[in-house]
T-cell receptor, first 114, second 117 residues
Framework: DTAVSQTPKYLVTQMGNDKSIKCEQN?????MYWYKQDSKKFLKIMFS???????INETVPNRFSPKSPDKAHLNLHINSLELGDSAVYFC?????????????FGPGTRLTVT | AQKITQTQPGMFVQEKEAVTLDCTYD???????LFWYKQPSSGEMIFLIY??????QNATEGRYSLNFQKARKSANLVISASQLGDSAMYFC??????????????FGGGTRVLVKP
């Protein structure tokens, strides 16, 4: 059983398109995250939701909009895709937002914008 | 200023030997947590080990141990008896402050480890 799953695994699209990445976790966690890993492997948090409430919103273009329909799902919608959006996007989850809660990551979605 | 610094972009280690991956951090808050993650070539991020700033003892998890030197603000990962499957990118991350809402992790730039047979 996959703990944190993402679809699709690969996404190739053209500039200007709108796309979504879906994330689901079956760990019973109440906090979910989106991270972006660029071509140099640098990993940076984008958003975090706790019980469907947005609690972390880093400096991300407003073309990126997360949506959490329930605690087990966190989707990422990207409007008007740009070349610089090409990256690997990771979803993660944790139990709570307290001290020792390690985050479990999904397999990543490699987005390529042409 | 970078909050998490991994100064070794890449390193080789002989199979069965130990390897130490450096991580230094910068924070003025006394309450924080340090994590190490492994990213093999397949791409997934795997949690390895955690150290809290108030923990008295260095964390250990199997072949992984964390050499936590608070005064030096370093949290080096030691992998003992390296195996070929340890070849991967390794990321150090910090969560601070622990009392704040959210569980934001700030990652270092990573160290690529290649284990030689």
């Amino acid at each position: 059983d996959t703990a944190v799953s993402q679809t699709p695994k690969y996404l190739v699209t053209q500039m200007g398109n709108d796309k979504s990445i879906k994330c689901e976790q079956n760990l019973g966690h109440d906090t979910m995250y989106w991270y972006k890993q660029d071509s140099k492997k640098f990993l940076k948090i984008m958003f975090s939701y706790n019980n469907k409430e947005l609690i972390i919103n880093e400096t991300v273009p407003n073309r990126f909009s997360p949506k959490s329909p329930d605690k087990a799902h966190l989707n990422l919608h990207i409007n008007s895709l740009e070349l610089g959006d090409s990256a690997v996007y990771f979803c993660a989850s944790s139990q709570g937002t307290g001290a020792i809660h390690e985050q479990y990551f999904g397999p990543g979605t490699r987005l390529t914008v042409t | 200023a970078q909050k998490i610094t991994q100064t070794q972009p890449g390193m080789f280690v002989q199979e069965k030997e130990a390897v130490t991956l450096d991580c230094t951090y910068d924070t003025s808050d006394p309450s924080y947590g340090l994590f190490w993650y492994k990213q093999p070539s397949s791409g997934e991020m795997i949690f390895l080990i955690y150290q809290g700033s108030y923990d008295q003892q260095n964390a250990t998890e199997g072949r992984y141990s964390l050499n936590f030197q608070k005064a030096r603000k370093s949290a080096n990962l030691v992998i003992s008896a390296s195996q070929l499957g340890d070849s991967a990118m390794y990321f150090c991350a910090m969560r601070e402050p622990l009392r704040a809402a959210g569980n934001k992790l700030t990652f270092g730039g990573g160290t690529r480890v290649l284990v030689k047979p």
